[in-house]
T-cell receptor, first 114, second 114 residues
Framework: GAGVSQSPSNKVTEKGKDVELRCDPI?????LYWYRQRLGQGLEFLIY????????KSGLPSDRFSAERTGESVSTLTIQRTQQEDSAVYLC????????????FGSGTQLSVL | AQSVSQHNHHVILSEAASLELGCNYS??????LFWYVQYPGQHLQLLLK??????LVKGIKGFEAEFIKSKFSFNLRKPSVQWSDTAEYFC????????????FGKGTKLSVKP
């Protein structure tokens, strides 16, 4: 595609439910990143994929968060048993090669946990 | 701990005023530095980056930034702002040759009055 695509753009869920957020990176981009931005805060790194493997998962805040990437393309971020503090914009970015030399960001998924 | 500090949360300027947004980082070793910008309703996009060489780097739309190693700073400047520069600006750092995480500041919102 022309850019990084994320879906859904908005998600409202009830506390305790599971959610899945999807990211379609730019075709051919081997590196994929997930960030979270809470209101009034900077971007918080969650996880990085190089191909289908995740060499850096250090930012995942708890074991309720997981992510996978298949076919060196689509990635899914799953949050289980959502909590109100999970409310944030979840941003996905991709880059052509390993290393964040130039990240292309999607428009994000606004997650609201009621 | 690795971190990026942006001094101003919100800057309000009139058109044609000069701009300087502060950015200081804490990161061991050689760094790569970035400024990203998010215009209203748009994706985050790269404004400029520093990897090595001339510490004064020029980006799109007349922006420039200067890397001062002794001050751990990478301030963003523009001699004369326009209304269209209204956006949120994020400074970011990563280790040179890093394959992963880009550490972002909390962002500075710039409002330019016509």
């Amino acid at each position: 595609g022309a850019g990084v695509s994320q879906s859904p753009s908005n998600k409202v869920t009830e506390k305790g439910k599971d959610v899945e957020l999807r990211c379609d990176p730019i075709s051919g981009h081997t590196a994929l990143y997930w960030y979270r931005q809470r209101l009034g805060q900077g971007l918080e790194f969650l996880i990085y994929f190089q191909g289908n493997s995740a060499p850096d998962k250090s930012g995942l805040p708890s074991d309720r968060f997981s992510a996978e990437r298949t076919g060196e393309s689509v990635s899914t971020l799953t949050i289980q048993r959502t909590q109100q503090e999970d409310s944030a914009v979840y941003l996905c970015a991709s880059s052509l090669e390993g290393g964040p030399k130039k990240l292309f960001f999607g428009s994000g998924t606004q997650l609201s946990v009621l | 701990a690795q971190s990026v500090s942006q001094h101003n949360h919100h800057v309000i300027l009139s058109e044609a005023a000069s701009l300087e947004l502060g950015c200081n980082y804490s990161y061991g070793g050689t760094v790569n530095l970035f400024w990203y910008v998010q215009y209203p309703g748009q994706h985050l996009q790269l404004l400029l980056k520093y990897f090595s060489g001339d510490p004064l780097v020029k980006g799109i739309k007349g922006f420039e930034a200067e890397f001062i190693k002794s001050k751990f700073s990478f301030n963003l400047r523009k001699p004369s702002v326009q209304w269209s520069d209204t956006a949120e600006y994020f400074c970011a750092v990563t280790g040179a040759g890093s394959q992963g995480n880009l550490i972002f500041g909390k962002g500075t919102k710039l409002s330019v009055k016509p």
